[in-house]
């Protein structure tokens, strides 16, 4: 991966944590936290993993996320100074839940 696509990629995580944070009311009582970014190479897409605390509340915040796709496009495209602006594309992220799981197995032990 490309020096460029990283900052992209670092970029488009801290700017939609921020409108995110702002813009949405999701349930009482539900941790979201935006994780990482991939970006493809061609600048086209952007995959936003999203972890979700309690897990399964998981498939209701993507849903509210991806009702609310167009409005946190637009918000995205004003802050970026680049073109084209990657296209969102939202995904429950899954690898701090396995991580999650190996650290209570490590614990017992």
């Known amino acids: 991966m490309n020096r460029r696509i990283k900052q992209v990629n670092e970029l488009i995580k801290q700017e939609l944590s921020q409108i995110i944070l702002r813009k949405i009311d999701f349930p009482e009582g539900v941790l979201v936290t935006v994780t990482r970014a991939e970006t493809s190479p061609n600048l086209i897409q952007v995959k936003v993993f999203v972890s979700v605390i309690p897990e399964s509340q998981g498939k209701k915040v993507l849903r ?3 009702k609310e796709i167009f409005g946190l496009q637009q918000e995205i495209n004003k802050r970026l100074k680049m ?7 939202f995904i429950e992220e899954k690898q701090t839940q ?12």
């Open 64 to 66: 509210l996320l991806n």
């Open 83 to 89: 073109r084209p602006v990657p296209k969102i594309k």
């Open 98 to 109: 396995e991580a999650a799981k190996i650290e209570a197995i490590l614990e017992k032990i």
